[in-house]
């Protein structure tokens, strides 16, 4: 699950030349409604999985003492962790399909490209970005 992340991170510096995590909350501001409410639902799902996955603790603590619950958590965990892999693939294709679609609309909105351009955003238009947004950090 971290390597989806960052390759995600990798897409966003290699093909944008972007920052992404001093990127994204500023791009989160100019996605449109229904981008957002994608990503929140399978970010919600993921949130999910991991307290499912979660469970799976206090049962494999009482097998020490009732073996019966051992294997109620390590299918409980089986079962959080393949919904969390799942929900995370899906988390990290829909956000970098919002950076091909939408990361134009955050160079206009900064000023770095004028309005009327279109098309995917160039490498040193994200640098140019990451320079403005990460202020000298």
Known sequence: MGDRIHSLEQIAQNRY????PFVW????????DQA???????????????VTGGWAWPYLALGT???PSALIGIGVGVVGWTR?????????TLSEAALDLHSRALATTLGISP???TGPLTIAEG???????????
């Open 36 to 50: 957002r409410t994608e990503i929140t639902s399978t970010h919600a799902a993921f949130a999910a999985a991991v």
């Open 84 to 92: 969390a892999r799942a929900a995370i693939g899906d988390l990290t």
């Open 115 to 117: 309005a009327d351009t």
């Open 65 to 67: 003492l009732w073996w």
């Open 17 to 20: 030349g972007l920052d992404l």
């Open 127 to 137: 640098k140019q970005i990451t320079t403005l947004i990460r202020k000298g950090r």
């Open 25 to 32: 909350p500023r791009l989160w501001l100019v996605l449109p």
